[in-house]
């Protein structure tokens, strides 16, 4: 593409790595927790198995996290999009069972003491390993403890998942259909 660089607002620059997959983060107990989605986060490393997300300290899921050194990534399909989003503009200080309160449904986990969405698609378990500070949110590395799908559901086949990608604010999309071999 020709034409001129053009800096960018400081920013707004996180937006040339998005559209993202949205997870929600649920840390604490089936008691008292939180739940928050998360679009900064990435597979860290494939052995041992670690799963990588940025969350601001500020989180009311984050305070949890520390404490308990565990949480859950609960991965939901686009047609739960509402809720998703509404677990994101509310901290659990103000809503009680946020889970329930953004119309979804609670359950155990296999490992963690954290609930789990029983509306997921797919869910990994993690505990905590290691914590990067990078600037207003800390990179929070977690050990995955248990991965595990619903029926149907096949990692790496976007088909199979819809799952919704971040693109700002309010903004979200799906996977494309289309898939690009590229042959070596
Ligand atoms: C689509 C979406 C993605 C988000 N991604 C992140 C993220 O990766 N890290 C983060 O710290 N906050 C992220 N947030 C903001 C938190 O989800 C939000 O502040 C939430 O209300 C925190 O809830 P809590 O205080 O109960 O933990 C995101 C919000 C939305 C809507």
């Given amino acids: ?43 860290a490393s494939r052995d041992p198995p670690v799963v990588a997300v940025a969350i601001a300290r500020s989180r009311y899921t984050y305070h949890f996290l520390a404490r308990l050194r565990e949480f859950n990534v609960c991965i939901l399909g686009v047609d739960h999009l509402r809720s998703i989003h509404m677990m994101g503009t509310v901290s659990g200080r103000d809503v009680e069972d946020k889970i329930t309160w953004a119309g979804l449904t609670k359950t155990t986990a296999k490992r963690t003491k954290a609930p789990v969405i029983a509306e997921s698609l797919a869910v990994i378990e993690a505990a905590l390993d290691m914590v990067v500070e990078a600037g207003d949110h800390d990179i ?11 029926e149907g559901v096949e990692p790496g086949d976007p088909a199979s998942y819809r799952v919704p990608l971040h693109i700002k604010r309010n903004m979200y999309t799906v996977p494309a259909k289309t898939v690009f071999r590229v042959q070596a």
């Fill in 1 to 43: 593409m020709a034409g001129e660089w053009r800096s960018l607002e400081p920013r707004s620059w996180v937006y040339l790595l998005h559209p993202r997959p949205v997870a929600v983060i649920v840390a604490g107990t089936m008691e008292r927790y939180s739940a928050m989605p998360a679009s900064w986060i990435m597979p």
């Fill in 140 to 150: 929070v590395l977690g050990k995955v403890l248990e991965a595990y799908v619903r």
